[in-house]
């Protein structure tokens, strides 16, 4: 209700329920299924749900989010639990590999995220740049403190003498995201921060590069 009831926000709120549908029949998670049926509920309802710029941004961003974590995910299988029975590595070490495997993590999430995204915003005629990976990988750690400040204060919002908590949790937020905010409007200033590529021919090539990767 807040948002308006954008395609973006629905369609990422059936996902949600679908997914959750599925735990309460104990069922197994599948976030790609989730993602699929919510796309198409949105449809069902809506046919032109499919031309919103933000629907589609929200789809394709997730989509190569849920890739950059299994990706994550399958190299961590490769490497379970950092060899428990090995002698315990010296403490910056393991600093230094944990920083490592968060950046891992965050790099691969956003890339995958990216070039998702990057068919729509030629095909929309937006800009892009390189500068918008390096930039993301900055603030992706934000987004998780923001969403659970931000719960937190819609829930202390409902008891009136929570209110001062609720105070606490809106300010932490609303700093994060002027951060955010500022973060993205300073990156926007750097000399080619925006790119605009010729809309045929950067189609042609984004559908030769998913051709290249189902091969």
Same mark, same amino acid.
């Given at each position: 209700?807040?948002?308006?009831?954008?395609?973006?926000?629905?369609?990422?709120?059936?996902?949600?329920?679908?997914? =959750?549908?599925?735990?309460? +029949?104990? $069922?197994? @998670?599948?976030?790609?299924?989730? *993602?699929? %049926?919510? !796309?198409?509920?949105? &449809?069902?309802?809506?046919?032109?749900?499919?031309?919103?710029?933000?629907?589609?941004?929200?789809?394709?961003?997730?989509?190569?989010?849920?890739?950059?974590?299994?990706?994550?995910?399958?190299?961590?299988?490769?490497?379970?639990?950092?060899?428990?029975?090995?002698?315990?590595?010296?403490?910056?070490?393991?600093?230094?590999?944990?920083?490592?495997?968060?950046?891992?993590? =965050?790099?691969?999430?956003? +890339?995958? $995220?990216? @070039?998702?995204?990057?068919?729509? *915003?030629? %095909?929309? !005629?937006?800009?892009? &740049?390189?500068?918008?990976?390096?930039?993301?990988?900055?603030?992706?750690?934000?987004?998780?403190?923001?969403?659970?400040?931000?719960?937190?204060?819609?829930?202390?919002?409902?008891?009136?003498?929570?209110?001062?908590?609720?105070?606490?949790?809106?300010?932490?937020?609303?700093?994060?995201?002027?951060?955010?905010?500022?973060?993205?409007?300073?990156?926007?200033?750097?000399?080619?921060?925006?790119?605009?590529?010729?809309?045929?021919?950067?189609?042609?090539?984004? *559908?030769? %590069?998913? !051709?290249?990767?189902?091969?």
């Amino acid at each position: 209700g807040i948002t308006g009831f954008t395609p973006s926000v629905l369609r990422a709120g059936a996902a949600v329920c679908i997914g =959750a549908l599925g735990v309460w +029949l104990m $069922a197994p @998670a599948d976030p790609l299924t989730s *993602l699929a %049926l919510g !796309g198409l509920w949105m &449809s069902a309802f809506n046919s032109y749900a499919v031309c919103d710029i933000g629907f589609e941004l929200s789809f394709a961003a997730v989509a190569g989010t849920l890739a950059g974590a299994e990706l994550v995910r399958r190299r961590a299988a490769r490497h379970p639990a950092r060899e428990e029975d090995a002698p315990r590595r010296p403490l910056p070490v393991r600093l230094a590999a944990r920083a490592w495997d968060a950046f891992w993590e =965050a790099g691969c999430i956003t +890339l995958c $995220a990216s @070039a998702a995204t990057f068919p729509v *915003l030629v %095909l929309r !005629g937006m800009s892009t &740049s390189l500068y918008a990976l390096v930039s993301s990988v900055a603030v992706l750690w934000m987004v998780q403190p923001i969403l659970l400040l931000g719960i937190g204060a819609a829930f202390t919002g409902l008891l009136p003498f929570l209110r001062p908590l609720q105070m606490v949790f809106s300010f932490g937020a609303g700093l994060l995201v002027w951060l955010l905010n500022g973060w993205a409007r300073w990156v926007e200033t750097w000399p080619g921060a925006q790119i605009y590529f010729e809309t045929g021919y950067a189609a042609f090539l984004c *559908l030769v %590069l998913i !051709g290249l990767c189902l091969a």
